[in-house]
């Protein structure tokens, strides 16, 4: 919530005004999402539909039901039929100051697979410590999603330590390597049969990929996405790599 309406149409115009001199072909192997607000979320999918590589719009959270008496929440089922390909669920804020558990995460992340869309899980640990305490924080976040999500659809978890959110560096790669490959371990996690990407956020930004690319599958930016030239130089950092 940190752009007017006229200011997230702005950014999207300069982001797509970088974006369009690169080649179609360096992008060919990287998917690219963009999640603005809810008011601005069908403006910025006219726009992106300007742009020369496809750029899935995506969606901040969304309610665990289609349709029902649920006055100010938003249907799963209208955001894919507006043309939503992924929806974040269960962010560090939305659990802290709205009280979203592991169960209401849960039933969001179905809702948003059963509507044809991609879940963008948000996971991590609370405090900064030992590696084998973050994995095991996760693996109750992660089994709780992908046991209501079925095993062919695909999933994107993005791991960011609580800890880490805001801060003016992200977590050390080593400590993020190592949760990562633990929830990969996990026997949830290996014996899908869908697509399961794990991207990175936590104060990431342009140089982190190349540290992270031997475990991570990509980045998932918070306020470095709000520099039209540092989204797509990260973008162009993660194609490369």
Same mark, same amino acid.
């Given at each position: ?9 702005? #950014? ?34 006219? %726009? ?7 750029? &899935?719009?995506?969606? %901040?959270?969304?309610? &665990?039901?289609?349709? /029902? ?11 894919? !039929?507006? /043309? ?20 209401? #995460? ?17 996971? *991590? ?11 095991? !924080? ?15 659809? !695909? ?7 609580? &800890?880490?959110? /805001?801060?003016? !560096? ?9 949760? #990562? ?11 899908? %049969? *869908? ?5 990175? /956020? ?19 930016? *918070? ?14 950092? #993660?194609? %490369?790599?």
């Amino acid at each position: 919530m940190y752009f007017s309406l006229s200011q997230n149409r702005e #950014v999207t115009k300069g982001f797509l005004d970088c974006l369009s001199r690169t080649s179609p072909e360096s992008l060919s192997d990287v998917d690219i999402f963009i999640i603005p607000d809810f008011v601005s979320l069908t403006e910025t999918i006219g %726009q992106l539909k300007s742009s020369h590589v496809p750029i &899935w719009p995506g969606a %901040q959270d969304c309610h &665990w039901e289609d349709s /029902g008496a649920f006055t100010g929440e938003v249907s799963p089922a209208v955001l894919s !039929e507006a /043309g939503v390909r992924i929806v974040e669920v269960g962010h560090a804020e939305r659990r802290r100051l709205f009280g979203e558990n592991d169960a209401i #995460v849960a039933k969001k992340a179905a809702a948003v697979s059963r509507n044809g869309m991609v879940p963008l899980v948000c996971i *991590g640990e609370q405090t900064k410590g030992d590696i084998g305490v973050a994995v095991d !924080e996760c693996r109750t976040q992660v089994e709780a999603v992908l046991a209501t999500v079925p095993s062919i659809a !695909e999933v994107a978890l993005a791991y960011e330590p609580v &800890w880490a959110i /805001g801060a003016s !560096e992200p977590a050390a790669e080593d400590h993020v390597l190592k949760v #990562v490959e633990g929830i990969r371990r996990l026997d949830c996690v290996k014996s899908r %049969q *869908g697509t399961t990407r794990v991207v990175y /956020g936590g104060s990431a930004g342009p140089g982190l990929y190349e540290r992270l690319k031997s475990g991570l599958d990509g980045l998932f930016l *918070g306020r470095f996405g709000h520099d039209p030239e540092r989204f797509v130089k990260t973008i162009l950092e #993660v194609a %490369q790599a």
